[in-house]
């Protein structure tokens, strides 16, 4: 079942061990002590200035005494001031190292998970957005759960250390500044509601915008070659354009209620100075216990404005982790690190399906399989034919345990494989399909890709049955040679005899082909081709292909239609029958007779031409000289080359601003505006004291 959280922040926490929770106490202890410093600093400050008026008033024979208990008060605030620095100081190390902590196990955690779904659940979960949760949702999580919450407990410890001294110094005075923090509380819970609900909507505004760019970035050179650059380009700027007006919403909402709050504390102080002087006035304050009150107080409620930015970092944080740890929670049908599931001490090889019915997650109402019925012996080559989507691939992805079936059963040697453990099932499996996937690494370790602990022999041996160790040892690194991103640097044949090689490295015993050379051209197929027929001996074979010459030599030969096998036999057999084969391979063979023979000689300069420069790229080392710098790079590297870095020239903030020409209005009323509510919090206090001065000297 899957389980669901409410948005609140101690969800952040739950990778937290025992080691982060000591941090966490720490830094929340050293924060306690950062906020209670300015507050306690006051009382120093109005013992200091009745302790100044009481002496300022009479003769000059006292400046020395004067001067004295000025130096034992700076003495104070230099020791006050010294443990601030280092409590604020150890509060932001001890929270930063907690989180940078947690924050690892989480990405671990989240990576993991992804890992671990069945394939059905990336059918509806699109992958670009996945990997923006990976990047910038964890990052707002960092943020939640980091320095953020010191600063937040040292707001709070700055209010609540104000309000005690306050109170303490004189009650009268600030049960008055109290009169309007009820509205100040609500107006502030009630902003971090509304704010955590516009975050989620942007982060997910946010989370399409990403889909959407990676999935461009992926196939960046199809969008190029059809011209697609201005409809992707659209396509991006219309999900940016969703979470601007979001973002625009929650700056709105984020700046009223800021302006509130400080309303409301400017109104506090309107009312503090009042009665404050009324206190003075009557004899029941000192000017010097006004003044402690008064800025404890200030510096209590101001406090409460400075939590804004953690209070936004909590909504950011909130929102973040609520999809995040759904992901992580999120138990998969078909668990591939199970270690539950029968694991047979042999298998021969025989799969059998049995009234087999299938649709795919994302298209629940499109029948695929409609009751399936195939038998596949051990050591023997089965060829699947059919027009596309008939369900001939479907096949593949269900021996794999891709997906389960609706109904009926799977069997390889006369169990169910859904009773067989997963990777165990998968690890007996080989698979080759139309477009081999390499990833940016050397050869060896693509190969090695199959199985993780063969050793060097193994892996040669494997390139040698997959007809690819005789140009491979013709590269300048062999078999330590980088292929680049998704194999850049290889052809089409030689990427797919990679792909052999790593299928053959683990022995499987049941190997899939997928339209393995559907997708090369002839020399290429031939060579391929070759490797494939070797690869199959002794082993219990699934070939899909179109290509007449792949599937003549089969065992057997099963036609689809509809979702559903026709016909089956063997090559003659089904030719005799005059069925759904026989249609298949006439129409072949059709297509094959009305090439011209213009169009052979166009194919056969093109192979030539394809000869010559094979020939020249060999001399060189590399098959295909890729575009790409990070490719480049690998390579140089790897031939010994130190590589000097591109010094990049810093840019000038002004050009960065001239990009947002177009929002330069908002940036100089903003700026007005920052330098005005910057001045205020700077000149506010002079009213103050020039009214206390006042009525001191004059009354």
């Not at 100075?273 to 409620?301: C, N, P, Q, R």
């Not at 299938?358 to 050591?379: E, M, Q, S, T």
């Not at 219990?540 to 292909?545: G, N, R």
Request: net charge neutral; charged share 20%; with cysteine.
């Amino acid at each position: 079942e899957k389980k669901t959280y409410k948005k609140k922040i101690v969800v952040g926490f739950r990778y937290a061990d025992w080691l982060d929770k000591l941090l966490m106490v720490l830094g929340t202890t050293m924060a306690i002590l950062h906020g209670a410093g300015q507050p306690l600093m006051m009382i120093v400050f109005g013992d200091m200035t009745d302790r100044f008026f009481s002496l300022g008033n009479f003769s000059f024979n006292l400046i020395g005494r004067l001067e004295e208990e000025m130096t034992r008060y700076a003495y104070y605030y230099s020791e006050i001031g010294a443990g601030v620095l280092f409590a604020a100081y150890m509060q932001v190390a001890f929270w930063t190292v907690a989180a940078g902590r947690q924050i690892k196990k989480i990405r671990q955690q989240f990576f993991h998970a992804i890992m671990r779904q069945e394939i059905g659940w990336f059918d509806v979960n699109d992958v670009g957005e996945l990997n923006t949760r990976l990047i910038d949702d964890v990052s707002k999580i960092n943020e939640g759960i980091g320095d953020k919450i010191g600063m937040f407990f040292q707001a709070i410890s700055t209010f609540l250390t104000g309000f005690i001294v306050g109170f303490t110094k004189g009650w009268k005075l600030t049960l008055v500044i109290l009169a309007l923090s009820p509205v100040l509380g609500f107006s502030s819970a009630l902003w971090a509601k509304i704010l955590s609900a516009f975050t989620d909507k942007e982060l997910a505004a946010y989370a399409k915008a990403g889909a959407v760019a990676e999935e461009v970035l992926a196939a960046v050179r199809t969008v190029i070659a059809f011209g697609g650059q201005k409809k992707e380009i659209e396509r991006y700027h219309k999900n940016l354009e969703d979470a601007k007006h979001i973002g625009i919403k929650k700056a709105v909402t984020a700046n009223i209620s800021m302006g509130i709050v400080f309303l409301l504390i400017y109104s506090s102080y309107a009312l503090a100075i009042w009665y404050g002087t009324s206190l003075i006035l009557s004899d029941d304050y000192t000017i010097g216990k006004v003044f402690t009150v008064f800025f404890s107080i200030l510096l209590g409620a101001y406090s409460v404005g400075q939590t804004a930015p953690s209070m936004e970092a909590f909504a950011n944080a909130r929102g973040a982790a609520y999809a995040v740890f759904n992901i992580i929670d999120n138990e998969p049908q078909i668990d591939s690190f199970s270690e539950s599931g029968y694991k047979p001490d042999h298998i021969r090889g025989n799969l059998e399906f049995c009234n087999v019915y299938f649709n795919y997650p994302a298209r629940p109402d499109v029948k695929v399989l409609k009751g399936l019925n195939l038998k596949v012996n051990c050591d023997q080559t089965v060829a699947l034919v059919g027009g596309s989507g008939c369900g001939k691939s479907t096949i593949v992805q269900l021996i794999q345990r891709f997906y389960d079936p609706l109904e009926g059963t799977i069997t390889l040697d006369g169990q169910d494989i859904r009773n067989l453990n997963v990777r165990y099932l998968r690890e007996i499996i080989g698979v080759v399909n139309q477009e081999p996937i390499l990833f940016a690494t050397t050869i060896a370790e693509n190969i090695r890709y199959g199985c993780e602990d063969v050793n060097m022999e193994e892996i040669e041996k494997a390139a040698k049955d997959a007809n690819a160790y005789d140009f491979i040892m013709k590269l300048p690194d062999k078999f330590e040679t980088m292929v680049g991103e998704r194999g850049a640097q290889l052809s089409g044949g030689q990427k797919q005899r990679i792909a052999i090689a790593r299928a053959l490295v683990r022995n499987p015993k049941i190997l899939l082909l997928d339209e393995a050379t559907s997708a090369l051209d002839t020399q290429s197929e031939s060579v391929v081709q070759a490797a494939l027929d070797k690869a199959q001996k002794g082993r219990t074979t699934i070939v899909i292909a179109h290509r007449l010459s792949t599937v003549q030599n089969a065992d057997l030969i099963a036609a689809f239609e509809d979702g559903v096998v026709t016909e089956q036999g063997s090559h003659n057999e089904l030719m005799e029958r005059n069925g759904v084969y026989c249609k298949l391979v006439n129409m072949q063979t059709v297509e094959t007779e009305v090439q011209s023979d213009e169009e052979e000689d166009v194919l056969s300069v093109k192979k030539n031409f394809k000869e010559m420069m094979l020939k020249e790229s060999l001399s060189n080392g590399l098959i295909r000289r890729s575009t790409r710098k990070s490719i480049k790079k690998t390579r140089v590297q790897n031939n010994g080359f130190d590589v000097k870095e591109e010094d990049i020239p810093p840019v000038s903030f002004l050009k960065i601003m001239k990009l947002n020409k177009a929002e330069w209005p908002y940036f100089v009323v903003g700026t007005l505006c920052a330098v005005i509510n910057g001045v205020s919090l700077c000149t506010v206090h002079f009213p103050h004291l020039s009214t206390f001065f006042y009525y001191y000297y004059y009354y």
